[in-house]
């Protein structure tokens, strides 16, 4: 809508509309969610039956809360170790590709770059198959070639992890990229002509300059990594991650811990989001 011309009675009305509709169905199921873990009802529905903290912070025999659920407080342990090292393991090689694609020139750049972003276009369950297959296959070679038994091989912890940063480096490097375009790099000719070393014109110039995107990359990586769903499912193991955790106990009947959990995940990830949002603009 340009604001600038006039615009019928009728119109205003219909573009109000829609943009009530469509946020409504953006954030109703969110509200829902979060209201229901206060209900007093031993099912994660309706009806209404009272308000109560107890899904929470209940430490009783027929009603547990989420501050007393071992299994979904380990599987929230093992989310946010999983995206702690997905979220360096994607920075760190995410950062080095941008540098690589947008400040060298070498045979086959857009081939490579090509190659760099299909994990993006693959699906996730496609991916997470993919992974296993390859993992299972290397694995059964070392163990009938050599008798070794490589754990890294089998689903579990780092194969999950290994899994993820296949993809979200790519986002990564994306992120990365678009801000090291907005570079000016006579700031660095100039600092090299003052004295500095290659490695001090990217450590006080370049990475500086960057910090906004990477700290944002990073937020994103981990939250991406935190929620994964389709890849994770073919790669985990025992310890099994949150999002996991939460299909499993939503498959076979669950409480309304699952709406306590899921209320935590919101207010804590739009917190992030906004403290993120906050420091970006300080920076800047």
């Excluded at 389709?230 to 709406?259: C, E, K, M, W």
Aim: hydrophobic share 50%; with cysteine; aromatic share 16%.
């Amino acid at each position: 809508m340009i604001r600038s011309l006039p615009n019928s009675r009728r119109y205003l009305y219909s573009y109000k509309l829609y943009m009530g509709l469509y946020f409504a169905f953006l954030f109703a199921p969110l509200v829902v969610t979060c209201v229901l873990a206060f209900n007093d009802s031993q099912f994660p529905a309706l009806p209404w039956k009272g308000f109560t903290l107890e899904w929470f912070t209940a430490d009783l025999h027929h009603r547990v809360g989420i501050f007393h659920d071992r299994m979904n407080l380990e599987s929230i342990w093992v989310s946010a170790q999983v995206a702690f090292f997905v979220t360096i393991l994607s920075v760190t090689v995410g950062t080095c590709a941008a540098f690589l694609f947008e400040q060298e020139e070498f045979p086959f750049k857009p081939a490579l770059y090509f190659l760099m972003l299909s994990p993006l276009v693959i699906p996730g369950v496609i991916l997470g198959i993919s992974i296993l297959l390859f993992s299972n296959t290397l694995g059964m070679y070392f163990e009938t070639r050599w008798g070794l038994d490589v754990p890294l091989f089998r689903p579990g912890f780092w194969l999950v992890v290994l899994g993820q940063f296949s993809f979200i480096a790519t986002l990564v490097t994306l992120v990365v990229s678009a801000r090291l375009r907005k570079f000016d790099r006579t700031l660095e000719e100039a600092a090299l002509n003052l004295g500095a070393n290659r490695f001090e014109v990217i450590w006080h110039i370049t990475l500086k300059f960057l910090r906004p995107a990477i700290v944002g990359a990073a937020a994103v990586a981990f939250l991406m990594s935190f929620e994964n769903f389709n890849t994770t499912l073919f790669l985990t193991g025992s310890d099994t991650t949150l999002p996991i955790n939460l299909y499993l106990q939503v498959r076979d009947g669950s409480t309304p811990v699952i709406n306590a959990i899921s209320f935590l995940l919101i207010v804590g990830t739009s917190l992030a989001a906004v403290a993120n949002l906050y420091f970006s603009r300080k920076q800047e």
